[in-house]
Each structure stands twice: as C-alpha cells, then as structure tokens.
C-alpha cells in the first residue's frame, strides 16, 4: 500500500512518517512537490501552525488543487490537527483565507473555560458517533494527545466522526465524509491507541 505525505513546510512530518512506517505492508512517502505527488491509497495532510498561512502554501504550491483532484477521484485523504481545519472552508483564525473546502464546516476559537488554559494542551478521550466506521479505537476508553485553539465546526452533523471535551465544552476531534477524514488531535502523539488508530486508517484506505 502507497502513503504519500505532503509537507508544507511549516509542519513537522518525521513524527506521521514514523507512526505510518511501522505498519507492515506500507510504502510511505513524503512529497514537498506537487509534481512529485502520485496516486496513492491515502494522502495525508498534517499541520502545525496559522490557517492563512498553510492555505496560502496550499494554493501556491498547486497542493490545494491536487488534493481537491483526489478527493473527487476516490482517493482517501488524512487531515490532521491543522490539516483537518483546512479540509473544511474557512477559519476564524485568518479571514480571508479559503480552506479545501472539501468537508463544508468552518473554525472557529475555543470559548473561555475557567478551569482550562488556551491553547487546549494535553489528553483528552473521544466519543465515537459514527459506529458503522471501524475506527474503534476511538471508542475505547483511552485518551488522544491534543493542541490547539481552534475547533472545526462542521454544518452537517452527519460529518461529525467524534466528539471531544475542552473544559466543559464539546467540539467536533474527528470527521468524516466518504473518503475524507480529519482529527483534530495527534494520533502520532498519542502512543499505543493513536498506533491502533493509524492502522484502522490504513484498513480503511485499503478497503
């Protein structure tokens, strides 16, 4: 099976390598070209950073039309933490700026909580939505790494994969439309479930 990673040059990818790598039976490939780019069974879109920033790397890089081609064509797309934001249509964080629009939904700032600081660092568990979808590690009783200030919100519930808590607040940490799938949270930072959870990505892609 063939994973190519995209890296925008504003995010650490070793870590989504790594995790990916350990797999069997998986070929992964990090391209920062989009000639470079090659039909795979799953693409994926890490981040770290602005929103404005990575969509102006998206529609430079030619990244943004490509990934809306592979989409259209079937092919599995990953977004993760900022990655996930930027499937969806826009973020508070930078007006002006357009997302893929591939999942509608935009981003928006986490609400004060008195008993949490922003940005929303640290462990959190995940409330599964969607049981037809065999991610089930996500309704496991075991938390997911997270860091962020802004949360996907999503115009059609029917997108919501799963849900998570900041405080007293609960968002949207995951997802899903067809072949389109986004976490807000690292599973590559999230030790032995966020293994288990790339393996059900892998399945899923490989369907």
């Known amino acids: 099976m063939r994973i190519q990673i995209l890296d925008l040059g504003i995010n650490n990818v070793k870590s989504v390598v ?11 490939f990090v391209n920062e070209r989009r000639r470079d780019c090659k039909r795979s069974q799953l693409t994926v879109l890490p981040g770290v950073g602005k ?30 933490c900022l990655g996930m934001h930027l499937l969806g249509d ?14 509608p939904g935009e981003c928006l700032q986490l609400p004060t909580q008195l008993s949490e600081k922003l940005p929303n660092i640290g462990w959190a568990g995940t409330k599964n ?5 065999e991610f089930n590690s996500l309704a496991a009783e075991k938390d997911f790494y997270f860091v962020h200030s802004y ?7 029917k997108d919501v994969l799963c849900k998570s808590y900041y405080g007293e607040f609960e968002f ?10 986004g976490f807000q949270f690292h599973p590559e930072k999230s030790s032995k479930i966020g293994e288990k959870l790339f393996s059900e990505i892998v399945n899923w892609s490989n369907a």
Do not use: M, R
């Open 172 to 181: 949207t940490s995951g997802v899903l439309n067809e072949n389109v799938a």
């Open 151 to 157: 949360f996907f919100k999503e115009l059609n519930s």
């Open 18 to 28: 790594a995790a990916f790598s350990g797999i069997p039976d998986v070929n992964v």
């Open 90 to 103: 826009g973020s508070a964080e930078s007006p002006g700026f357009s997302g893929l629009g591939l999942i």
């Open 51 to 80: 929103f404005g920033t990575a969509a102006q790397v998206l529609e430079e890089s030619g990244f943004g039309d490509y990934l809306n081609e592979i989409a259209a064509a079937g092919d599995c797309l990953l977004g993760i």
């Open 129 to 133: 939505h969607k049981q037809e979808v």
